[in-house]
């Protein structure tokens, strides 16, 4: 049976039970996959070891990658019954720090790129955004099956925002800065586009370039921003500060020293929330370069 089946199932049944029993299966169901998910559990044992360093031990890791799957699986029981969410319920749901940061991303008049990781439930937090008057573009990356890359994006376009296809999207991203808009980018996509090598955790991986190209060519802030849950299934979405950024003049090398200051402002965030980083693939190559510490 397809994810797409699976949804579809699941969004049914829960438009009349209730989601908290979801959110308890889910739990027990975390715990399962984590076992029975090889290739998905060796590379979240090998992506929090580098984010958590060396002093960790094999038994805290595994607590904290059974916790990180069951959070994602909250995630996406909450995605697929999204269509029941009102607004008051985002709203309700949603709690925002540092939201004068986010504002001050669109002062310039050049648009804002919102950069991310895979956390928490983000979809959610884009409503609560434009609930709160500012329109948001989100980058996608599109699914191999239509049917069910259409059911993704129906979701996200739920909560008010405009998606924009990874593949062939740049001139909307360009018009959407233009606006002077929000355009939010996750940045931990492997091998997305050949990426630029920067430190992330204890060692050497690459990064996508295109946040950073984008900012040096349009002249748009750059806003660190990061999604969590809380233990009652509320989310807290925290905005950084812009990031100050002086270009050299060599885009090369201005791609590199931005896209590494991008991960060293939100690094911190999966320090702090490891059991919330949602990352299923191998993060650093199997023979990365450890880094000393800094």
């Keep these: ?17 209730p989601i908290k029993l979801g959110y308890a299966i ?8 984590f076992w029975v998910w090889r290739r998905g559990r060796t590379c979240l044992r090998e992506n929090m070891g580098h984010v958590l360093g060396s002093g960790v031990s094999r038994e805290e890791i595994d607590r904290l990658a059974k916790t990180a799957l069951r959070n994602y699986l909250k995630y996406l029981l909450d995605y697929v019954c999204q269509p029941r969410v009102t607004p008051e319920e985002v709203r309700r749901r949603v709690a925002f720090e540092g939201w004068e940061n986010m504002v001050k991303g669109v002062e310039g008049g050049k648009g804002a790129i ?16 434009v609930l709160g008057g500012y329109p948001l573009n989100v980058v996608v990356e599109s699914m191999s099956s239509p049917r069910l890359d259409r059911f993704m994006q129906e979701r996200r376009r739920g909560m008010w925002m405009n998606v924009i296809p990874m593949e062939n999207g740049v001139k909307e991203m360009l018009r959407a800065l233009r606006r002077n808009e929000h355009l939010v980018l996750l940045i931990d996509i492997p091998n997305s586009d050949g990426g630029v090598e920067v430190r992330f955790g204890d060692a050497l991986t690459t990064m996508p370039r295109g946040a950073a190209t984008l900012a040096l060519k349009t002249g748009a802030s750059v806003v660190p921003m990061a999604c969590v849950r809380r233990p009652d299934n509320t989310l807290l979405t925290s905005f950084a500060e812009c990031i100050d950024f002086q270009p050299s003049g ?4 201005d791609v590199q020293a931005l896209t590494q200051a991008i991960m060293n402002a ?16 191998r993060m650093w190559p199997e023979e990365a370069t450890r880094c000393c510490p800094a």
């Design 250 to 253: 060599s885009l090369t090398k």
């Design 1 to 17: 049976m397809s994810f797409y089946l699976v949804g579809i199932f699941i969004g049914l049944a829960f438009r009349v039970l």
């Design 114 to 129: 919102l950069v991310g990781l895979h956390q928490g439930y983000w979809e959610i937090t884009g409503g609560a955004m």
């Design 26 to 33: 889910a739990h027990v169901v975390g715990y399962i996959v």
């Design 266 to 281: 939100l690094e911190p965030y999966i320090r702090r929330y490891p059991e919330q980083y949602y990352m299923f693939r």
